[in-house]
């Protein structure tokens, strides 16, 4: 199939979603991060709030920044600690990704989605339209 072809099919798709769907995706909103440093270190104060936020495991989110960021991390309460100086938008850029690949709906870009694996494999079910897809990554 030719791009064109399939940027017009997926337009199809979209066009045909209901409002309702598109409002949920427009409703999930990132906090802004909080980020503090102390020597070498970097914290994420309001890591918390992430997990909640994107509806996925604590420990997956972490084990995800470390390994994109390529430094030890490590959770202390509501916070987040790693190796090194990090910007914020560093994390912004990497929650958003996160977000694209293990929270949006393909389909339908709902955010209101679960994990579910079957045989170790992970599939990303949407409770919007019930699209399932597999998922690339293995942090979620
Ligand atoms: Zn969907």
């Not at 914290?43 to 997990?51: D, K, M, S, T, V």
Request: aromatic share 10%.
């Amino acid at each position: 199939m030719a791009g064109d072809d399939y940027a017009a099919l997926l337009g199809r798709i979209r066009d045909g979603l209901s409002d309702e769907a598109r409002q949920e995706a427009a409703r999930l909103e990132l906090p802004p991060v909080d980020v503090m440093w102390e020597g070498q270190k970097t914290f994420l104060r309001n890591f918390a709030e992430f997990p909640k936020v994107l509806r996925r495991e604590p420990e997956k989110i972490l084990q995800y920044l470390a390994k994109e960021f390529a430094v030890p991390a490590e959770r202390i309460g509501e916070k987040a600690m790693f190796i090194g100086k990090r910007d914020p938008d560093d994390f912004t850029r990497l929650f958003k990704i996160y977000l694209q690949d293990y929270v949006l709906c393909p389909t339908c870009e709902s955010p209101d989605t679960r994990v579910t694996k079957e045989n170790r494999i992970a599939f990303l079910v949407c409770e919007a339209c019930g699209a399932k897809s597999t998922l690339k990554g293995k942090y979620a």
